[in-house]
């Protein structure tokens, strides 16, 4: 019988006996229960790991503690270093129902491991291995093109997380089960290419995040690939929660071989621990191909069984399926044009940017001295104030300066001083305005503008990533050079920098209030249809309509700005899910009066009243998810909500309103997507000069010739409100349209 050792953080009382079935000694970090988080200094126990088989490590700490890994879920029920085996903490599971099934998974698992019926696959180097000869490569390409599958699974190393930025170092290809082989690029020359090509025109080509690779293989090789899947987006289908679609993280949990690029990742630190390299400066290329070629073959050969397995499970969901292939991957080949496409930057208004947001932090601190109270500050602590510090500025406002805290409080308790609770605080004193100030044109400097120059591209534009994996909703997201998703609202520095050629236009198309849109078309609710179909200002309609107003529509926003302002929040809070207290508070900050919780009911009630159909689709959907813990979207997308059930009623509540709010996101997103990638389609189909650069929110962001400027937004506005079953009778989604020099449209000009 194996020797087993359970170690946890500290003792608890939580029986792990109903759990497994075999023997165990129980052992904890720290052997003070009482103790709130465990440091090192805190570890106590003393154990000789050796004097074990397996060890089930519980919960981060002690897991950390053992392995050096950060993340106990990412390894939750695996093997690392041939005898730890990790183990999610139960306890998370009373705030976290949602992991139960994790939880017994890796229960069931561990079991399989200790008893033997479970084991984890070694690399085998005869089946994993490289090539740096030609003739052997022409070799292992025929033999992948004469072999009986259909698709062929392929995986690139680069040294640089953008093809523009660096180099491939070789690539890795199976197309047999638990076989792979790794092909250093050094040898490609123009036979290997067409052999490459040759094979890519026959079979269906796996990757695993298909953007990344296309874009090395088509910049680099200019390679084509007729059929392509992708096993990221394909797990996506299966799991919408954003960070769970990493090869490694698939390869532990749905193939045989664990962690298997562990022993690469300790030579990894090794080298550079050696030759003194930080982790960020680190890459593949500093790593021989010696050392790299069995695990570079290993990437294809998951990537190969990943499909295998996914493809199938897929193929039995056919809401699932068409969303993955009308939706996903189409969507992956359009992403990639609009990255290689790039935002197009001025460089010289970046420069004067700069200098000027300079120059303006400079003014905000000098102004900030005029106040007795800082240099009272800082003459106590004896150092300059650093307006960053909340300490120092929590120090400031309340003990020197004698403001009220407006208590909002942080994560430990301490008194907030974020930008909500400034802008309270600026109404009594002006340090709180300059500070405010001072960080919103610090962030502009150094979170964008001083990252954006350097990442510029020789033309001038800046390459960076949209994912379709990131969101729970289905809705984009972006990452990489530049965050497309979070440019600055307020200020139209960085926007403004966003400037087209000479001859061109920026041409943003924005969706018109298109969640309620796409509410008023799932719930049938003709009312609301006959608000859209009206036309004119939605929210004054709205507020005409609920509040009986004895005005014109046109009159709203000037004799009733308050009640348009209700009406508002009132819509958008019940397509997000939010309720009185949440309704009454956006009002209330939004107009700066105050609008109780009450009136907030009565409000509600009188929308419900004018749209009965919209409330009993709202009570509906929430009624199916609370006994399903599920929903899907208009087109198929998959939500899963297994916290509906809980016992905690504001977990439950949060669940059900995600689901709400999900189905109008994602419906709403998928509509601006598949739009935009039939207009890209017309693009490569036409040869227009069109490049849309990206996908912001519910806006299509494009630079476009001014000779194409009306084929191109007559084209968008088509595509986009083209009927896809979601569409009201005779009234389209709206599509509102700006044109300008630049993405401020104009407010760089006045500010500048």
Not at 243 to 254: C, E, I, N, R, V
Not at 313 to 322: T, V, Y
Request: with cysteine; charged share 30%.
């Amino acid at each position: 019988m194996a020797t087993i050792a359970l170690i946890e953080t500290k003792p608890t009382a939580q029986n792990y006996d109903k759990y497994f079935e075999f023997e165990f000694d129980r052992f904890a970090l720290c052997s003070d229960s009482g103790v709130q988080k465990v440091l090192k200094r805190n570890v106590d126990l003393e154990i000789d790991t050796d004097d074990y088989e397996w060890l089930i490590l519980v919960g981060a700490e002690a897991f950390k503690h053992f392995t050096n890994k950060s993340s106990v879920t990412e390894y939750n029920g695996k093997i690392i270093n041939d005898k730890f085996l990790a183990l999610m903490n139960p306890a998370v599971i009373k705030f976290r129902p949602e992991a139960k099934k994790n939880f017994e998974e890796a229960i069931k698992s561990i079991s399989q491991y200790v008893s033997g019926e479970l084991k984890l696959e070694k690399l085998d180097e005869e089946k994993c291995y490289g090539i740096q000869d030609k003739g052997k490569c022409l070799e292992f390409l025929q033999s992948a093109i004469d072999a009986p599958r259909e698709y062929v699974a392929l995986d690139s190393e680069t040294s640089s997380l953008y093809a523009r930025d660096g180099y491939m170092l070789g690539f890795s290809m199976s197309y047999e089960p638990d076989h792979g082989c790794y092909c250093d690029a050094n040898i490609i020359d123009n036979e290997i290419e067409a052999k490459m090509q040759e094979l890519f025109d026959k079979k269906t080509v796996v990757f695993h995040n298909a953007k990344f690779d296309l874009q090395w293989f088509e910049y680099h090789f200019n390679f084509k690939f007729p059929k392509f899947e992708d096993t990221m987006l394909m797990h996506y289908m299966f799991d919408e929660n954003p960070g769970t679609h990493g090869l490694k993280q698939l390869a532990m949990k749905h193939t045989p071989y664990g962690d298997y690029e562990k022993p690469l990742e300790d030579w990894g630190n090794n080298y550079r621990k050696q030759h003194g390299i930080l982790k960020a400066a680190f890459s593949y290329d500093l790593i021989p191909f010696d050392i790299m070629k069995n695990y570079a073959a290993m990437d294809a050969v998951v990537t190969f069984l990943l499909y295998e397995k996914m493809s199938v499970a897929l193929a039995k969901n056919d809401k699932l399926k068409w969303v993955y292939d009308n939706i996903l991957l189409e969507g992956c080949d359009f992403l990639k044009q609009v990255e290689s496409n790039g935002v197009p930057f001025d460089l010289e208004r970046l420069t004067l940017g700069q200098s000027i947001m300079q120059k303006d932090i400079e003014v905000a601190i000098e102004k900030l001295y005029e106040f007795p109270e800082v240099r009272q500050f800082e003459k106590a602590k004896g150092s300059p104030f650093n307006p960053n510090s909340t300490v120092q500025l929590r120090s400031l406002l309340y003990d020197y300066i004698g403001l009220t805290p407006t208590g909002k409080k942080t994560g430990t308790g301490a008194d907030s001083t974020d930008a909500e609770v400034l802008g309270q605080l600026a109404q009594d004193h002006h340090v709180p305005e300059l500070i405010l100030e001072i960080r919103q044109k610090v962030k502009i400097k150094t979170t964008y503008l001083d990252k954006i120059i350097p990442n510029l591209d020789r033309d001038s534009r800046l390459r960076t990533g949209f994912n379709l994996h990131g969101t729970t909703s289905g809705r984009l997201s972006s990452s990489g050079k530049l965050n497309m998703q979070q440019l600055p609202r307020d200020n139209p520095t960085v926007k403004g920098c966003i400037k087209a050629r000479k001859g061109h236009k920026i041409v943003s198309m924005d969706l018109t209030t298109a969640e309620v849109y796409v509410a008023a078309v799932l719930s049938d609710d003709k009312g609301l249809q006959d608000v859209f179909r009206q036309g004119g200002n939605f929210h004054s309609t709205i507020a005409k309509q609920v509040f009986k107003l004895p005005c014109e529509v046109g009159q709203v926003d000037e004799l009733y700005k308050d009640r348009r302002q209700q009406a508002k929040a009132v819509t958008f809070g019940i397509m997000y899910g939010a309720g009185p207290a949440k309704i009454s508070w956006q009002v209330s900050k939004d107009s700066g009066k105050e609008f109780t919780v009450q009136e907030a009911n009565r409000v509600i009630a009188g929308y419900f009243e004018s749209f009965p159909k919209l409330k009993g689709w709202l009570d509906a959907q929430q009624a199916f998810i609370r006994a399903n813990e599920f929903v899907y979207s208009q087109f198929g997308r998959k939500r899963r909500l297994r916290n509906a059930k809980s016992k905690d009623k504001g977990i439950a509540s949060h669940e059900v309103r995600s689901g709400i709010n999900f189905l109008v996101q994602s419906a709403a997103s998928d509509i601006n997507l598949l739009g935009a990638v039939e207009m890209q389609k017309f693009i490569n189909r036409t040869g227009m000069d069109a490049k849309i650069f990206g996908l912001v929110h519910d806006s299509i962001l494009a630079e476009v010739p001014e000779d194409e400027m009306e084929i191109y937004c007559d084209k968008l506005k088509f595509f986009v409100q083209k009927e896809r079953g979601l569409s009201i009778p005779n009234c389209p989604v709206g599509c509102d349209f700006e044109i300008g020099d630049d993405y401020s449209f104009g407010k760089w000009e006045k500010v500048y």
